[in-house]
């Protein structure tokens, strides 16, 4: 994870899993929609994952 990307991921986090699937950006935009910490939360989880 680059710092870029963490910041991208606190700021905008469904831009942040752009690259890792449909599934998952949709997934990240509707838990940002519902509140913007589980949004950043599922976004750092994804991007930590490998």
């Given amino acids: 994870m680059s710092l870029f990307r963490i910041l991208l991921a606190v700021i905008l986090p469904p831009l ?6 449909c599934g998952v950006i949709l997934l990240v935009f509707a838990l940002t ?7 950043v939360v599922a976004a750092l989880y994804f991007l930590n994952k490998k």
């Fill in 16 to 21: 942040a899993v752009y690259d890792k699937g």
């Fill in 33 to 39: 929609i519902v509140g913007w910490i589980p949004g």
